[in-house]
């Protein structure tokens, strides 16, 4: 390359990208880096906003190391996040075990055939889709999450993986709102929750 070039390159005020070896956290300490927004989206929901765990380098690091420990045992071919904060985490675990990575979107969103479930949420209905050829029969797939709450959203995610004969062998979240009863929804022996709340 030319000299010009080279001389730009030394004299760069960024440092080179390194990674760093990051403290461990233990749950309670990332629950504590979890905010709690009482009355939001609606009145009497108590809504918790894992958008100050994100910002904290540590804790998004200690969160997604923590959420891999099941998820490395269960073996899966594929990762599956749901939008949009599943996405989130969904992605960074694919990555870490040299995984694809599957979205199940809102309805309109995916540009492909799609196939389409409805819904409850703990404040209202929705319906999620995923794409006709995103995953295979017989794949194994770990669904991730940020929060279990009644466990509707991840409920449906699970009849779209079927559809497509594809099957699930894990469930992974950040949190768990133990008192929305959302795990005795889902099969047994293959939810993982990070933080009880
Ligand atoms: P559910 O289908 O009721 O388990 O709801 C799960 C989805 O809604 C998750 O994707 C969460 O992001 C979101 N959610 C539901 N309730 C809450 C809550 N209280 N705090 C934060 N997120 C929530």
Same mark, same amino acid.
């Given at each position: 390359?030319?000299?010009?070039?080279?001389? !730009?390159? &030394?004299?760069? #005020?960024?440092?080179?990208?390194?990674? &760093?070896?990051?403290?461990?956290?233990?749950?309670?300490?990332? @629950?504590?880096?979890?905010?709690?927004?009482?009355?939001? #989206?609606?009145?009497?929901?108590?809504?918790?906003?894992?958008?100050?765990?994100?910002?904290?380098?540590?804790?998004?690091?200690?969160?997604?190391?923590?959420?891999?420990?099941?998820?490395?045992?269960?073996?899966?071919?594929?990762? *599956?996040?749901?939008?949009? &904060?599943?996405?989130?985490?969904?992605?960074?675990?694919?990555?870490? $075990?040299? $995984? !694809?990575?599957?979205?199940? &979107?809102?309805?309109?969103?995916?540009?492909?055939?799609?196939?389409?479930?409805?819904?409850?949420?703990?404040?209202?209905?929705? *319906?999620?889709?995923?794409?006709?050829?995103?995953?295979? #029969? !017989?794949?194994?797939?770990?669904?991730?999450?940020? *929060?279990?709450?009644?466990?509707?959203? *991840? @409920?449906?995610?699970?009849?779209?993986?079927?559809? $497509?004969?594809?099957?699930?062998?894990?469930?992974?979240?950040?949190?768990?709102?133990?008192?929305?009863?959302?795990?005795?929804?889902?099969?047994?022996?293959?939810?993982?929750?990070?933080? #009880?709340?």
């Amino acid at each position: 390359c030319s000299p010009q070039r080279d001389e !730009g390159w &030394r004299r760069s #005020p960024r440092p080179p990208p390194r990674s &760093r070896k990051l403290p461990q956290v233990n749950p309670e300490q990332l @629950a504590s880096k979890v905010r709690t927004i009482p009355d939001f #989206p609606k009145p009497g929901i108590i809504f918790r906003d894992i958008t100050t765990l994100l910002q904290d380098a540590e804790a998004f690091n200690a969160a997604i190391e923590a959420m891999l420990v099941p998820i490395r045992a269960q073996k899966p071919d594929v990762i *599956v996040g749901i939008e949009s &904060r599943g996405f989130i985490f969904g992605a960074p675990i694919a990555h870490a $075990l040299g $995984l !694809g990575f599957v979205p199940v &979107r809102k309805l309109g969103k995916l540009p492909g055939e799609t196939i389409t479930v409805e819904y409850e949420l703990e404040y209202g209905k929705n *319906v999620l889709e995923l794409h006709r050829d995103a995953l295979t #029969p !017989g794949q194994r797939v770990v669904i991730v999450d940020d *929060v279990l709450a009644t466990g509707g959203t *991840v @409920a449906g995610t699970i009849r779209l993986v079927e559809q $497509l004969g594809a099957t699930v062998v894990g469930i992974s979240f950040l949190a768990e709102l133990p008192a929305l009863g959302g795990r005795s929804r889902l099969p047994e022996g293959i939810v993982s929750a990070i933080i #009880p709340f």
